[in-house]
């Protein structure tokens, strides 16, 4: 069956980055894209990028351009969301969900989860 | 970019009563393909976000058949024909066909 399991809780300091993992397992990983989701507390959920994991190609939401970076690992089929210059508006938990874009496959799972919290 | 618009944003529903939430687009979502991919998602307390429709109608599987998808160009709705103890959640439409996704803000469903 489907899984993306992501990375355990953070606790970072303003101006530090961190970096969240999704390891996808159950299908074919490079045959899909995987999406970056957050929701601050409380909050609704907000888009953060896209990345194929065929080829690299990314997509990411203007607001976070320049501080997000995302990346995969083909051989351990692990997807990768970098975050810099942390503020504390970017504390939140960070989802992945698998997305195959046009298609049926459209965010049709999601990781657990992974909390970041930004705090001095 | 595309904006996605949800009413009402707190939804107070009787056990057993239907229950109806509107999802409505800046733009259309029509793809080239002729396909509109609008995605329905519910999210109970502490869970991850759980995908419950796809391209406007299609019931994702295990989803019960009392959520119902429908709509066209920019006006969607999400129908519970008899909301249940374990629809409580927010739930969300999200847009796929433009190439920066983008979520409603979301709507809470609670029982009166």
């Known amino acids: 069956q489907v899984q993306l399991v992501q990375s355990g809780a953070e606790v970072k300091k303003p101006g530090a980055s961190v970096k969240v993992s999704c390891k996808a397992s159950?299908?074919?990983?490079?045959?899909?894209?995987i999406s970056w989701v957050r929701q601050a507390p409380g909050q609704g959920l907000e888009w953060m990028g896209w990345?194929?994991?065929?080829?690299?190609?990314?997509n990411y939401a203007q607001k976070l351009q320049g501080r997000v970076t995302m990346t995969t690992d083909t051989s351990t089929s692990t997807a990768y969301m970098e975050l810099r210059s942390l503020r504390s508006d970017d504390t939140a938990v960070y989802y992945c969900?698998?997305?195959?874009?046009?298609?049926?496959?459209?965010?049709?799972?999601w990781g657990q989860g992974t909390l970041v919290t930004v705090s001095s | 970019d595309v904006v996605m618009t949800q009413s009402p944003l707190s939804l107070p529903v009787t056990l057993g009563q239907p229950a109806s939430i509107s999802c409505r687009s800046s733009?259309?979502?029509?793809?080239?393909?002729?396909?509109?991919?609008l995605n329905w998602f519910q999210q109970r307390p502490g869970q991850s976000p759980r995908r419950l429709i796809y391209?406007?109608?299609n019931r994702d599987s295990g989803v019960p058949d009392r959520f119902s998808g429908s709509g066209s160009g920019t006006d969607f709705t999400l129908k519970i024909s008899r909301v249940e103890a374990e629809d409580v959640g927010v739930y969300y439409c999200?847009?796929?066909?433009?190439?920066?996704?983008?979520f409603g803000q979301g709507t809470k469903l609670e029982i009166k």
């Open positions: 969900a698998r997305d195959n874009g046009y298609s049926s496959s459209l965010a049709d799972y």
């Open positions: 159950g299908y074919t990983f490079t045959s899909y894209g």
């Open positions: 990345i194929s994991a065929y080829n690299g190609n990314t």
């Open positions: 733009q259309s979502l029509v793809y080239s393909d002729g396909n509109t991919y």
């Open positions: 391209k406007v109608s």
């Open positions: 999200m847009q796929g066909t433009h190439w920066v996704r983008a």
